[in-house]
């Protein structure tokens, strides 16, 4: 379980939002809408441990976050706007970085299985500064492909720069991981409809 309880984000003197309340269970999808400059990132932050809220608590599994900390952690993938991976290193070098920094269990084998899902078949061992921006947010998401266990996603923007293929691939990804009972908050401009139990969509206010 997942809740939010009346967050509240202040930047410099002007309030962003606030009173951010929602509980998400099993299974559960929440899509987080609002205008450029209405908070989307910060809120994701905020529900992250990235940045701290004004005002208002955040709960995983009943618990605050503020007391767990690393156990939160350990049950949650954030992936941001950017792709989050390094120019000077492949991509399969990238994803055995980041999922040994995220405690996954993963070999050679595995992150070159998870790329070649995501399209990047014959890209593995070319720096990732080469690639074209759709084949660095391909690299990026494969993280989810290795991510199977972990319950909780939070993901900024995942569809940027991607083709309709990809679109269509990682659309199926985010709703096998609900139909596993994981959950997902995410940020979207673009129509993609999400299957799930439960999908709830939150729109910011500027």
């Known amino acids: 379980m997942f809740e939010a309880d009346q967050l509240a984000c202040v930047r410099g003197d ?17 899509q987080v809408a609002g205008v450029n400059g209405s908070g989307k990132t910060s809120l994701l932050r905020i529900l992250c441990g990235l940045s701290s809220p004004a005002d208002g608590e955040i709960r995983w599994k009943g618990t605050s976050t503020r007391s767990l900390r690393e ?3 350990s049950d949650l993938l954030y992936l941001g706007h950017a792709p989050a ?18 405690g996954i269990d993963a070999d050679e084998a595995d992150a070159r299985q998870a790329l070649e899902r995501i399209g990047l078949a014959g890209c593995e061992d070319l720096p990732t500064k080469v690639l074209s921006q759709g084949q660095r947010r391909r690299a990026a998401l494969a993280r989810l492909l ?9 993901l900024d923007e995942p569809f940027t720069a991607l083709d309709a293929a990809a679109v269509e691939q990682l ?17 979207t401009h673009q129509d993609v409809p999400i299957r799930a139990g439960q999908f709830s969509r939150l729109e910011l206010a500027r």
């Open 14 to 30: 002007r309030p962003l939002f606030e009173s951010v309340s929602f509980r998400m269970e099993a299974g559960a999808a929440l």
């Open 85 to 102: 991976v390094k120019d000077d290193l492949t991509p399969v070098e990238n994803l055995m970085t980041s999922a040994a920094l995220a």
């Open 171 to 187: 659309r199926g990804t985010m709703e096998g991981h609900l139909q596993r009972g994981g959950l997902l908050v995410f940020t």
């Open 71 to 73: 156990e939160f952690f």
């Open 146 to 154: 290795l991510s199977e266990r972990i319950p909780l996603w939070v």
